[in-house]
C-alpha cells in the first residue's frame, strides 16, 4: 500500500498459477495455486510506484518444512512436478479454448444480425449461421454441462471441467502428489481437449468464410473483428 507506517507482507505457502489473464486483470493480493513442498525459498521485497520498480533491500531466504508426515508415501517431486506441468498446461488449454468458444458465439450473433441487414439475397447464409450456432452451443454443453439439468442438480455425464475438477482435487489439499483416479481424468481431460479443439478451429474456419461474405455483399462492419 502507498501510504506511511507499517505493513506487514505475509505468505500463504502457495505458488502462483500462471494462467492467461483477463483484459484488465490486477495483481492478486494472495498466491491461489497449490501448496508448496517443504524446501527452501528466498523473498524480496519491491516497490513498485509510478512504473519505476525499486528493490526494498536484499534477498533473504527461509526454508519450509511439513508439521507432520502422513501415513501414505509421497510421489517423487519428479513426477509431481511432471504431473504439475501438464495439469497447468491442460488448465490453460481449457481456458482459451472457452474464451475462443465464447468470442465465436457472440461473432456468430452478430454475423446473423448483419446478414439480416442486407440488401441483397444472402441464400442459405443464415442457415449456415444456424447450423454453426447449434454446433457452438453443443461444444458449451460439452465443456460445461447441461445448464438446465445443471440447474436442478440432475446427473449428467461428465465434461471436461468435471474431468480437470477432479484432475486437480491432490493437488489442493495435500504434498502426497497425483492418485490413479487423477492420472485417468487428465488423461481423459486432454483427450477431450484434443477433440474440442479440433471441432472449434474448423467452426472457426466455417465463420471466417461467412464473415468474408457478408463483407463481400456490403454487410455491416463487427466491432473488434479486422
Known sequence: PYSKGLHRVN????????????????????????RVPEGTYNARLVKVFEGVATRMGDKIE?????????????????EKTAYYDAYMDANKRRTLLTDKLN???KVTQSLEVATLKLDTDYGSMLQDI??????????????????????????????????????????????????????????????MLAQYETELAALDVEVAAIESRVKELGGVLIRGRD
Open 11 to 34: 505468505w500463504n505457502l502457495r505458488n502462483s498459477m500462471d494462467l492467461p489473464i483477463n483484459k484488465g486483470a490486477k495483481l492478486p493480493q494472495e498466491a491461489r495455486g497449490f
Open 62 to 78: 527461509f526454508g519450509v518444512k511439513d508439521l507432520y508426515q502422513g501415513a501414505l508415501p509421497e510421489a517423487s517431486e519428479a
Open 103 to 105: 468470442d465465436l458465439t
Open 130 to 191: 444456424a447450423k454453426i450456432k447449434k454446433s457452438l452451443y453443443d461444444l458449451g454443453i460439452e465443456l460445461k454441462g447441461n445448464p438446465a439439468k445443471n440447474a436442478v442438480g440432475e446427473k449428467t455425464k461428465p465434461t471436461l471441467n468435471n474431468r480437470l475438477s477432479a484432475a486437480g482435487a491432490p493437488l489442493w489439499g495435500s504434498n502426497y502428489g497425483p492418485t490413479e483416479t487423477a492420472k485417468q481424468n487428465l488423461k481423459i481431460a486432454e483427450n
